[in-house]
């Protein structure tokens, strides 16, 4: 199994960006798949997760209304589309994949390797 996370970069307070996960080596339709970050210093935290049909989503209180979490069962790609980037925002975003929705990590079967998102004031 492998998840490839890209579209991580710098960007300016206020600015977007879109993060993608394409996935390989798993049945993609059949998995909940989350996306997580990890600042410097700081403990992995839950950002958003959607259910293996897409029909539901649940986003972070930090970033509900900023962050939509969406999935291309087709394409085997999860996305996360941030708007209105805040430094706190900062971190590396990892994308995972499990057979339950769940906001805590463990509860998670795969990972990908991260994408640095970094925001500037």
């Known amino acids: 199994v492998q998840l490839q996370a890209s579209g991580g970069g710098l960007v300016q307070a206020g600015g977007s960006l879109r993060l993608s996960c394409a996935a390989s080596?798993?049945?993609?339709?059949?998995?909940?798949m989350a996306w997580f970050r990890q600042a410097p210093g700081k403990e992995r935290e839950f950002v958003a997760v959607?259910?293996?049909?897409?029909?539901?989503?649940i986003h972070a209180d930090s970033v509900k209304g900023r962050f939509t979490i969406s999935r291309d069962n087709a394409k085997n790609t999860v996305f996360l589309q941030m708007n209105d980037l805040k430094p706190d925002d900062t971190a590396v975003y990892y994308c995972?994949?499990?057979?339950?929705?769940?906001?805590?990590?463990?509860?998670?079967?795969?990972w990908g390797q991260g994408t640095q998102v970094t925001v500037s004031s």
């Open positions: 959607i259910t293996a049909s897409g029909a539901g989503t």
């Open positions: 995972a994949a499990g057979s339950r929705v769940a906001l805590r990590g463990p509860s998670y079967d795969y």
């Open positions: 080596g798993l049945t993609f339709s059949s998995y909940v």
